[in-house]
């Protein structure tokens, strides 16, 4: 079973850094994934901000881009977020997501649409202040 969990959220000033951190286990030989980070403010909906597929290639929602980087650690286990340039509209719950594919498609693409995701860590809280 794929378990996410997420780390390195907390406080930041407007202009200030931060790095969060999602390690996942229970992945297969079977499966193949792509990872992606998504956001949610209070009673607002969540929000795809940034996605990887199987290939490494990233993606951005627009209000991140040139800001914000995706990557995953060698092993592909390890996925971060860093977050340069934090805006006091960047202040939400950040969750980490996992799309399963098959392997032998050889290929996964999750995008930036929640819905495409079937594995998900609880979230951690980042809060910018202006």
């Known amino acids: 079973q794929v378990q996410l969990v997420e780390s390195g959220g907390g406080s930041v000033q407007a202009g200030g850094s931060s790095r969060l951190s999602c390690i996942g286990s229970g992945f297969t030989s079977k499966e193949i994934f792509s990872m992606g980070w998504f956001r949610q403010a209070p009673g607002k909906e969540r929000e795809g901000v940034a996605a990887?597929?199987?290939?490494?290639?990233?993606r951005y929602a627009n209000s991140v881009k040139g800001r914000f980087t995706i990557s995953k650690d060698s092993g592909g286990n390890t996925l971060y977020l860093q977050m340069n340039r934090l805006k006091p509209e960047d202040d939400a719950t950040y969750y980490c997501?996992?799309?399963?594919?098959?392997?032998?498609?050889?290929?996964?693409?999750?995008?930036?649409?929640?819905?495409?995701?079937?594995?998900w860590g609880r979230g951690t809280q980042v809060t910018v202040s202006s």
């Open positions: 990887i597929d199987s290939d490494g290639k990233p």
């Open positions: 997501a996992a799309r399963a594919c098959p392997a032998w498609g050889k290929f996964c693409d999750g995008g930036l649409l929640s819905d495409r995701y079937m594995h």
